[in-house]
């Protein structure tokens, strides 16, 4: 039987707010940094182990290392990255023998395979070298640029003989004075320290013309200019070219040089000594001795 009393609907309505986890959960997910793992971090560390367990074997890791060399030896081995030749400029015949020598290259060699800087630290290295640039030209050619040191004079050391160039560097030995006798000589330690002050003297002494043998460096402060026969001139410390410019002016005088002189003291700028050879002082002593028996 149907009830005589209708009955009404419920009016409890139902709350649409999420529940205290799920709105926690929800704002969790908004969060940039959640955000950005989930889009970016998952899948790097997923492809990551994948890629840990694929190289774990290390036949694949063989294989794909021999497949990389492979490629980059195609690519290297192409024939527009083959250097066939090499190119010295600037370097005489010797020193271009020499380079050649300690850069051993065995062409034709790809252009991956050469160290332009540790070639050019190479040849700066030699002495004779003052510069030097390297760089691979079109048409498969290694090109060296090199600026070679120029002698000037020949140095006397303890050594033996050496060329030097006007910033005193060592160029090359030398065998002999005979084997550079265009070149000024000079001696002593320090004299290479000093060459460009030795070749202003050479230049005053011009005048003395084959009579000049060469300068010698003593105590490494100061010159002597050497002469033939024995002869000195001994300069100071400070203005050596006025000293000896002026020992110049009193040859053109007074042949003061072409005298039985052995030393010409200029050190002490205000009291110029003369020194004669003992030849000289022996006779000299002789004729004063006969002056003073005949005067008696």
């Known amino acids: 039987m149907w009830p005589l009393t209708r009955t009404k609907p419920s009016t409890a309505r139902v709350d649409p707010a999420p529940s205290r986890w799920a709105w926690r959960m929800q704002r969790l997910m908004l969060?940039?940094?959640?955000?950005?793992?989930?889009?970016?971090?998952?899948?790097?560390c997923l492809t990551l182990a994948a890629g840990t367990i694929y190289l774990s074997d290390e036949a694949r890791r063989g294989a794909i290392a021999q497949t990389v060399a492979e490629a980059r030896a195609s690519i290297e081995t192409r024939p527009?990255?083959?250097?066939?030749?090499?190119?010295?400029?600037?370097?005489?015949?010797?020193?271009?023998?020499?380079?050649?020598?300690?850069?051993?290259?065995?062409?034709?060699?790809?252009?991956?395979?050469?160290?332009?800087?540790?070639?050019?630290?190479?040849?700066?290295?030699?002495?004779?070298?003052?510069?030097?640039?390297?760089?691979?030209?079109?048409?498969?050619?290694?090109?060296?640029?090199?600026?070679?040191?120029?002698?000037?004079?020949?140095?006397?050391?303890?050594?033996?003989?050496?060329?030097?160039?006007?910033?005193?560097?060592?160029?090359?030995a030398a065998t002999s004075r005979h084997a550079r006798p265009d070149l000024p000589m000079i001696a002593g330690e320090g004299a290479n320290i000093h060459v460009a002050e030795a070749l202003e003297l050479i230049a005053a002494a011009a005048p003395l013309g084959e009579r000049l043998r060469g300068l010698v460096r003593m105590g490494e402060r100061r010159w002597d200019v050497v002469l033939d026969r024995d002869q000195r001139i001994l300069l100071p410390e400070v203005m050596p070219l006025r000293a000896l410019e002026r020992v110049i002016a009193l040859e053109g005088a007074r042949d003061i040089l072409t005298r039985d002189v052995a030393r010409v003291d200029m050190r002490l700028a205000r009291r110029p000594t003369v020194q004669m050879t003992t030849e000289a002082a022996e006779e000299r002593t002789a004729q004063q001795a006969a002056f003073r028996a005949n005067n008696e």
């Open 31 to 44: 969060t940039p940094g959640i955000r950005l793992a989930l889009r970016a971090g998952v899948p790097f």
């Open 80 to 172: 527009e990255f083959m250097v066939k030749l090499m190119a010295i400029d600037g370097a005489k015949d010797e020193l271009a023998i020499y380079i050649r020598e300690n850069l051993p290259l065995d062409f034709p060699i790809s252009s991956f395979d050469l160290d332009l800087d540790a070639m050019r630290a190479t040849l700066t290295q030699v002495p004779a070298v003052k510069s030097a640039s390297v760089r691979i030209r079109p048409g498969g050619v290694l090109q060296i640029d090199v600026e070679q040191r120029k002698a000037v004079a020949l140095w006397r050391n303890a050594s033996g003989l050496a060329l030097v160039d006007e910033g005193g560097s060592y160029v090359a």
